[in-house]
């Protein structure tokens, strides 16, 4: 059983950063993707950014340059750090998972909301 945890979520301000974290635990396959999806109310739910086990790293093209996503393999936690906020970026934020060799199967985080408001 896999179990993801996700922290460091809140309100911020136009142009300031957050930064998030997800933890996994539970039987870790050493081949996966991992990363970060986004749902904003009335909207449907958008890749953020994901990283596989071997390091490529893909991004949305609306948080390119603004957004990192980087990992602690001993710890089995990534990170995003998220730059330049805006409005558009308010949603909640899931961590997700997927395991080599089901790929078609998502394991994903409660959620953690992200609202920038002046």
């Known amino acids: 059983q896999v179990h993801l945890v996700e922290s460091g979520g809140g309100s911020v301000q136009p142009g300031g950063p957050l930064r998030l974290s997800c933890t996994a635990s539970?039987?870790?396959?050493?081949?996966?993707?991992m990363g970060w999806y986004r749902q904003a109310p009335g909207k449907p739910r958008e890749l953020v950014a994901i990283?596989?086990?071997?390091?490529?790293?893909n991004y949305a093209d609306s948080v390119k340059g603004r957004f990192s996503l980087s990992r602690d393999n001993a710890k089995s936690t990534i990170f995003l750090d998220m730059a330049s906020l805006n409005a558009d970026d308010t949603a909640v934020y899931y961590c997700n998972l997927r395991l080599w060799p089901n790929y078609d199967f998502n394991y994903w985080g409660q959620g953690t909301q992200v609202t920038v408001s002046s």
């Open positions: 539970g039987s870790i396959a050493t081949t996966y993707i």
């Open positions: 990283r596989t086990s071997g390091g490529f790293t």
